[in-house]
């Protein structure tokens, strides 16, 4: 088993410009999970998706961040236009069914750095 | 709502026993997490209660009690390797996602 695969590893880019996260979720895990990570905030729930359908976006910090998962084995997040307080650490989880759904699998997440 | 409380930072030393204490406020529990998180990666999955009580793995124990909303995470025969940051989570209201609390970071010395 792969594990939750996200890419890239490490994104530096300048404000203003897009930004695609992409994760692939653990093969048969129903629930998908994108969360933000920084010193200050600690881990925050950005939106998840149940069989590929968007539950709860209330994390989404702006408009300028969107989230898609067109089908179960692939989910971006996209920041446009990004900005310097975008930078953090970005992890994508996911979560099988049934009783241990809220045991949840990261990926190694992707550092983001916006200047 | 759902609110956490941990302590920020922890020191201890190999071989000793220490408790994490994560206090918290939900209006609805459905169940409470502790993940541990070493420097530069992911989270990792460590123990899980939604009754009160103990539960025990190995070196890990976890304890609830949803009356005073507030559990602890205790490690015992410390290690240098579990210097990591501990991480309390409670599952939402719907139960569906995880709420974290923003970690305490362990040291563990020599």
């Known amino acids: 088993d792969a594990g939750v695969i996200q890419s890239p590893r490490h994104e530096v880019t300048e404000m203003g410009q897009e930004v695609t996260l992409r994760c692939k979720p653990i093969?048969?895990?129903?629930?998908l999970f994108w969360y933000r990570q920084t010193m200050m905030r600690g881990l925050e729930l950005l939106i998840y998706?149940?069989?590929?359908?968007?539950?709860?976006d209330s994390g989404m910090p702006e408009d300028r961040f969107s989230a898609k998962m067109p089908n179960a084995s692939f989910s971006t997040l996209k920041i446009q236009p990004s900005e310097p307080r975008d930078s953090a650490v970005y992890f994508c989880?996911?979560?099988?069914?049934?009783?241990?759904?809220?045991?949840?699998?990261f990926g190694s997440g992707t550092q983001l750095s916006v200047l | 709502g759902q609110n956490i409380d941990q302590p920020t930072e922890m020191t201890a030393t190999e071989g000793a026993i220490v408790q994490i204490n994560c206090t918290y406020q939900t209006s609805g529990f459905n169940g409470l997490f502790w993940y541990q998180q070493h420097a530069g990666e992911a989270p990792t999955f460590l123990s899980y209660n939604v009754l009160d009580g103990l539960e025990e793995k190995g070196r890990f124990s976890s304890f609830l009690s949803r009356s005073k909303g507030y559990s602890y995470l205790l490690l015992k025969e410390l290690q240098m390797k579990d210097s990591a940051s501990y991480l309390c989570?409670?599952?939402?209201?719907?139960?569906?996602?995880?709420?974290f609390g923003k970690g305490t970071t362990l040291s563990v010395s020599s």
């Open positions: 989570a409670l599952a939402n209201q719907a139960g569906t996602a995880l709420i």
């Open positions: 998706f149940n069989n590929n359908v968007p539950i709860d």
């Open positions: 093969s048969g895990h129903n629930s």
């Open positions: 989880a996911s979560s099988p069914r049934g009783a241990e759904q809220e045991k949840l699998f």
